[in-house]
């Protein structure tokens, strides 16, 4: 290790002479690639230009889930009082103190990142980097320079969010989901653009603290990529929340006025005029490449701005030894942090020459962490019958088991598996589970091993679910598709 970790003196080329792989972005999926690659014997070098940890750590999933906590202990609040009377108030939500506390997690688990990869060996470099070849990158920086890859070079540089034409982000009035935790203050209303995952559980934080929030969405339905019951129940939980949503509909024009925004909305039944204290912009993501010159390797993005991979199974381009992993990846990778790492795992494995099996996109688990929640894995109805399979599907709704009517927030369990038997049995796989409603985000790696593995509602029915919880809806669902059911729904 000592070459990585020379003094100045040298080029860039001659201290980085002895790198086996370099890892161009240190979120999720570059700093697991790069763990991983050090812990089988590989010399790594990280080129990260911001910090270590990337989005995911500092602007999007840990900092949100923080608020989104603190957001739940509001409404318990509510839920106190209204529901089990608890003679409860919430004074007020001093917004200084949440916010040093989300970012006090914040921070120790970024240090937690860097400690685990200077103990690791791992050399980060703090700097842009830029490809000079299919084995050569340059990172800008004092201790950068020219480096060589012996086994190859990783392409993990992230995403940002996808802006819409004529809204420049200001960081306070018009916001991107990378900012909108960190503006100034709680406001009082807020408009949020796009009902995908982001959307929804930023609409879900701020009606959580107070604000009038109005929540629009191109698609015919909030969270389109899910199953269509997901969507219902989630809408339905929000509108009873006091959310107005709009589905089929898109923002023809805003203006910045005094008090923030004035919107028109383009809906089914024609315009109209939405004035908000603040404008969310929650329209998706986008690829991060630029600087990176691909060129100068012999790669090129598609027409989406993707890097494709040439070899999924080894998430290998076209040029031999530089992989991609994370939010460079086109579908069928989801472009979220727990695949990012899985992804990480098996270009580190497969550059170190250790046998690795190929990720499957297709089990991965989905979760919004609004209030109520979603979780899935697998397939959707609509996919399935799609595809031509017959499919056996059955819906349970939480509240069929005791500890749902306790949460009282409604939800469902739906549960869609092949019909490969006569009559129309569910003795084939289950293609995909869907959940609604409360803690379904910690329910849901249950249903990930059940799909993943091809389990048959038979299989999964044998086995006992403790009593009282949330799961034994999931049981019971799939008690019902083995002939088994005690409730039928």
Same mark, same amino acid.
């Given at each position: 290790?000592?070459?990585?970790?020379?003094?100045?003196?040298?080029?860039?080329?001659?201290?980085?002479?002895?790198?086996?792989?370099?890892?161009?972005?240190?979120?999720?999926?570059?700093?697991?690639?790069?763990?991983?690659?050090?812990?089988?014997?590989?010399?790594?070098?990280?080129?990260?230009?911001?910090?270590?940890?990337?989005?995911?750590?500092?602007?999007?999933?840990?900092?949100?889930?923080?608020?989104?906590?603190?957001?739940?202990?509001?409404?318990?609040?509510?839920?106190?009082?209204?529901?089990?009377?608890?003679?409860?108030?919430?004074?007020?939500?001093?917004?200084?103190?949440?916010?040093?506390?989300?970012?006090?997690?914040?921070?120790?688990?970024?240090?937690?990142?860097?400690?685990?990869?200077?103990?690791?060996?791992?050399?980060?470099?703090?700097?842009?980097?830029?490809?000079?070849?299919?084995?050569?990158?340059?990172?800008?920086?004092?201790?950068?320079?020219?480096?060589?890859?012996?086994? &190859?070079? +990783?392409?993990? /540089?992230?995403?940002?969010?996808?802006?819409?034409? *004529? #809204?420049?982000? =200001?960081? $306070?009035?018009? %916001?991107?989901?990378?900012?909108?935790?960190?503006?100034?203050?709680?406001?009082?209303?807020?408009?949020?653009?796009?009902?995908?995952?982001?959307?929804?559980?930023?609409?879900?934080?701020?009606?959580?603290?107070?604000?009038?929030?109005?929540?629009?969405?191109?698609?015919?339905?909030?969270?389109?990529?899910?199953?269509?019951?997901?969507?219902?129940?989630?809408?339905?939980?929000?509108?009873?929340?006091?959310?107005?949503?709009?589905?089929?509909?898109?923002?023809?024009?805003?203006?910045?006025?005094?008090?923030?925004?004035?919107?028109?909305?383009?809906?089914?039944?024609?315009?109209?005029?939405?004035?908000?204290?603040?404008?969310?912009?929650?329209? &998706?993501? +986008?690829?991060? /490449?630029?600087?990176?010159?691909?060129?100068?390797? *012999? #790669?090129?993005? =598609?027409? $989406?701005?993707? %890097?494709?991979?040439?070899?999924?199974?080894?998430?290998?381009?076209?040029?031999?030894?530089?992989?991609?992993?994370?939010?460079?990846?086109?579908?069928?990778?989801?472009?979220?942090?727990?695949?990012?790492?899985?992804?990480?795992?098996?270009?580190?494995?497969?550059?170190?020459?250790?046998?690795?099996?190929?990720?499957?996109?297709?089990?991965?688990?989905?979760?919004?962490?609004?209030?109520?929640?979603?979780?899935?894995?697998?397939?959707?109805?609509?996919?399935?019958?799609?595809?031509?399979?017959?499919?056996?599907?059955?819906?349970?709704?939480?509240?069929?088991?005791?500890?749902?009517?306790?949460?009282?927030?409604?939800?469902?369990?739906?549960?869609?598996?092949?019909?490969?038997?006569?009559?129309?049995?569910?003795?084939?796989?289950? #293609?995909?589970?869907?959940?609604?409603?409360?803690?379904?985000?910690?329910?849901?790696?249950?249903?990930?091993?059940?799909?993943?593995?091809?389990?048959?509602?038979?299989?999964?029915?044998?086995?006992?679910?403790?009593?009282?919880?949330?799961?034994?809806?999931?049981?019971?669902?799939?008690?019902?598709?083995?002939?088994?059911?005690?409730?039928?729904?």
């Amino acid at each position: 290790m000592s070459d990585m970790n020379s003094g100045g003196t040298g080029t860039g080329a001659a201290r980085g002479g002895g790198t086996d792989v370099i890892v161009i972005g240190g979120g999720t999926g570059g700093y697991s690639t790069a763990l991983r690659a050090a812990s089988l014997g590989l010399r790594v070098v990280l080129a990260e230009r911001d910090l270590v940890g990337g989005t995911c750590l500092h602007r999007g999933c840990i900092p949100s889930k923080a608020m989104l906590h603190a957001a739940e202990l509001v409404d318990g609040i509510a839920e106190a009082r209204e529901r089990w009377g608890v003679k409860a108030t919430l004074d007020s939500v001093d917004w200084g103190a949440l916010t040093a506390t989300r970012d006090d997690i914040v921070t120790r688990n970024h240090r937690g990142v860097e400690g685990h990869l200077e103990r690791a060996g791992v050399r980060v470099v703090r700097g842009s980097a830029r490809l000079t070849g299919p084995r050569s990158v340059y990172i800008e920086a004092p201790d950068g320079g020219e480096f060589t890859a012996r086994r &190859g070079i +990783v392409l993990a /540089t992230g995403s940002r969010p996808r802006l819409l034409p *004529g #809204l420049v982000p =200001d960081g $306070r009035t018009v %916001v991107t989901s990378d900012d909108a935790l960190f503006a100034p203050g709680l406001p009082d209303s807020v408009l949020v653009l796009g009902g995908g995952a982001i959307g929804v559980e930023y609409a879900s934080f701020h009606r959580s603290m107070g604000a009038r929030v109005t929540l629009v969405e191109a698609a015919g339905r909030l969270l389109p990529l899910e199953d269509e019951d997901v969507s219902r129940h989630l809408a339905r939980g929000l509108k009873k929340r006091g959310i107005t949503v709009r589905t089929d509909s898109t923002l023809a024009g805003a203006e910045v006025t005094g008090s923030g925004v004035r919107a028109t909305v383009r809906t089914r039944g024609g315009e109209e005029t939405v004035e908000a204290e603040r404008l969310l912009v929650a329209v &998706g993501r +986008v690829p991060v /490449t630029d600087g990176l010159d691909l060129a100068a390797a *012999g #790669l090129a993005t =598609d027409a $989406r701005g993707f %890097v494709p991979p040439a070899d999924w199974s080894r998430l290998e381009t076209a040029v031999p030894g530089i992989h991609v992993v994370g939010d460079l990846l086109p579908p069928p990778s989801p472009g979220l942090a727990h695949a990012s790492f899985a992804e990480g795992l098996l270009v580190a494995e497969t550059l170190a020459g250790v046998p690795s099996r190929p990720v499957d996109h297709a089990t991965v688990p989905r979760v919004t962490y609004s209030s109520p929640q979603t979780a899935s894995v697998g397939l959707t109805e609509a996919e399935a019958r799609a595809r031509g399979l017959e499919v056996r599907v059955n819906t349970m709704p939480l509240t069929a088991v005791a500890k749902g009517m306790v949460h009282g927030q409604g939800g469902i369990v739906k549960v869609v598996a092949a019909a490969d038997g006569a009559g129309g049995e569910a003795t084939g796989a289950v #293609l995909g589970v869907h959940l609604v409603g409360p803690h379904v985000s910690e329910m849901i790696a249950e249903s990930q091993l059940i799909v993943a593995w091809d389990a048959e509602p038979s299989d999964v029915a044998q086995h006992i679910h403790a009593h009282p919880t949330l799961s034994e809806a999931v049981g019971e669902a799939f008690l019902t598709l083995a002939g088994r059911g005690l409730h039928q729904h």
